[in-house]
């Protein structure tokens, strides 16, 4: 394999701290209920890492699909209260599953049940690290998963690969594993495409990579891997690396080391610092700012997102809430703790700054966004910044 440094794959056991993420379909068959002899093999995999000194963190997808297996449930799609109590019997089999199997290499678990909100709101974003940490640093196995329990549809994440790499990043892991059914990425899905080449490393997401995503593969997976491109930019945006691996062979990690084919996704060569790396990674931003050309442009270079520059706002949204930053193109390009709610942002959307304390009643802060509270997350144009484009962002 070449590349520079940034781009190179380490061997696995070079990792400080791992996460790796289960699908469902991985852990869980339909008709049998759970895969006893792989999860074994896994659970050898994940001793060979720790007893090379790696911290190792587990993102089990399975409490439901194994739930409906014990209590006998239909196949196709189940009603929110029957996935809630799927999860709730499903999750107490799984946890001790996991226990039993780390605990033949003497290794403990530790089950940890996150929402949305608990790696969305920064308090309980940062209690959620100091459990993790404090598992980690007593030597235990933490085995994460979303809790199905008492998540709905609009408080989840939907899947456990954004799940893990919010994970990663929380816990400055430096790789995360996707194991999966598909053996990494493809320009096209390799099950509709028969052209479709298969990639080996992915130096950055681009706009390219991520149309090359497509949907769920399987009835008890939720993710596809439009989910895992997602998990990517959240991952490599931290400075973690990102491996996308088949996990249908017992030993899926001793495979990854022996070259079996998988996509690497190489880590940011700038990680952004741990406030930002939180900003970036919020899942559902509470509004959005439409910004022209040259405050595009200006943010680029690392400029405030001031007032001027801001053409539209949608949502409803309080100050110090994370808003998602849209471009002229319509993309994404960033992200940002907004300085105003949505009512006083309206009002002084396309004026200058020393216009505000006039329009409001009161000295506000300069900037929409300061640049201290902002990350990109896509592309901006870097251009020439002109004296109009300042204006717009200081």
């Given at each position: 394999?070449?590349?520079?440094?940034?781009?190179?794959?380490?061997?696995?056991?070079?990792?400080?701290?791992?996460?790796?993420?289960?699908?469902?379909?991985?852990?869980?068959?339909?008709?049998?209920?759970?895969?006893?002899?792989?999860?074994?093999?896994?659970?050898?995999?994940?001793?060979?890492?720790?007893?090379?000194?790696?911290?190792?963190?587990?993102?089990?997808?399975?409490?439901?699909?194994?739930?409906?297996?014990?209590?006998?449930?239909?196949?196709?799609?189940?009603?929110?209260?029957?996935?809630?109590?799927?999860?709730?019997?499903?999750?107490?089999?799984?946890?001790?599953?996991?226990?039993?199997?780390?605990?033949?290499?003497?290794?403990?678990?530790?089950?940890?049940?996150?929402?949305?909100?608990?790696?969305?709101?920064?308090?309980?974003?940062?209690?959620?690290?100091?459990?993790?940490?404090?598992?980690?640093?007593?030597?235990?196995?933490p085995i994460i998963n979303e809790n199905d329990t008492v998540a709905t549809s609009e408080i989840r994440y939907g899947d456990n690969d954004r799940l893990a790499a919010r994970v990663a990043t929380m816990t400055g892991a430096d790789l995360l594993i996707l194991l999966s059914d598909i053996d990494g990425l493809y320009t096209a899905p390799p099950h509709l495409d028969p052209e479709a080449k298969f990639l080996e490393t992915i130096p950055a997401i681009t706009p390219e990579i991520e149309a090359m995503a497509g949907g769920a593969a399987s009835e008890l997976s939720r993710g596809g891997m439009r989910t895992k491109i997602d998990a990517g930019k959240i991952a490599t945006g931290a400075g973690c690396g990102m491996i996308i691996a088949s996990g249908k062979t017992d030993h899926p990690l001793q495979a990854i080391e022996q070259g079996t084919r998988s996509s690497w996704f190489a880590p940011s060569g700038t990680p952004v610092t741990a406030r930002k790396t939180w900003i970036a990674g919020q899942l559902q931003p509470a509004g959005e700012l439409h910004i022209d050309e040259g405050a595009e442009r200006a943010l680029g270079t690392g400029k405030s997102l001031l007032p001027a520059g801001v053409r539209r706002i949608e949502g409803h949204f309080h100050r110090a809430d994370t808003v998602a930053i849209i471009g002229m193109d319509g993309r994404e390009i960033a992200r940002g703790l907004v300085s105003y709610d949505a009512d006083e942002a309206r009002q002084i959307i396309g004026r200058k700054s020393i216009e505000i304390e006039e329009i409001l009643g009161h000295a506000g802060r300069a900037a929409m966004v300061h640049r201290d509270d902002l990350v990109v997350t896509g592309g901006t144009r870097r251009k020439t910044v002109s004296k109009e484009d300042i204006a717009h962002a200081g």
């Open positions: 394999m070449t590349g520079s440094a940034k781009t190179i794959r380490k061997a696995l056991g070079s990792h400080k701290r791992v996460v790796i993420k289960i699908g469902s379909a991985l852990l869980v068959d339909r008709k049998t209920g759970l895969k006893s002899a792989w999860l074994d093999s896994v659970c050898s995999d994940i001793a060979r890492l720790k007893a090379g000194g790696a911290d190792v963190l587990v993102v089990s997808s399975g409490a439901i699909a194994l739930g409906r297996t014990v209590l006998d449930l239909p196949s196709g799609a189940l009603k929110l209260e029957e996935s809630q109590a799927a999860a709730a019997v499903g999750q107490i089999a799984l946890a001790r599953a996991w226990s039993e199997s780390l605990s033949r290499d003497g290794i403990v678990a530790g089950q940890i049940l996150l929402t949305l909100g608990d790696t969305e709101e920064r308090r309980r974003y940062l209690n959620a690290r100091a459990t993790i940490n404090q598992l980690l640093g007593i030597g235990a196995v």
